[in-house]
């Protein structure tokens, strides 16, 4: 994967991922060197689409696909997405 194509992370801390019937918080992705590949595509995916719903989770698998375990995170979230045929608000932490 094209790391370039991807926003820059520099100022985020952590991402917060709101879901379900009361829109509340799901998961925390703390940005660490194992999760930064995560991280780009996650926050890649709420700028472009507002939220991560089960399209945008697709696109963001597809982006993943040859990222190998870099993504992991991110795959997981995306595909527990898709399965629940859900979306994801997504708060940036600086």
């Known amino acids: 994967m094209d790391k370039t194509a991807l926003p820059n992370i520099e100022h985020i801390q952590k991402l917060l ?6 829109a ?12 930064e590949m ?3 595509v996650l926050y890649h995916l709420a700028l472009r689409h ?3 719903s089960p399209t945008a989770a697709r696109e ?7 990222a190998g375990t870099a993504g992991e995170n991110a795959r997981h979230i995306l ?10 608000a997504v708060r940036v932490m600086r």
């Not at 991922?17 to 009361?22: A, D, F, H, K, N």
């Not at 509340?24 to 060197?33: R, S």
């Not at 595909?79 to 994801?88: G, N, Q, R, T, Y």
């Open 79 to 88: 595909e527990k997405v898709i399965a629940d045929s859900d979306f994801l």
């Open 17 to 22: 991922l709101y879901g379900g019937p009361s």
């Open 24 to 35: 509340q918080l799901q998961e925390e992705l703390v940005k660490t060197p194992d999760t």
């Open 60 to 66: 963001g698998l597809a982006l993943l696909a040859t």
């Open 50 to 52: 507002g939220v991560i």
């Open 38 to 40: 995560s991280v780009a």
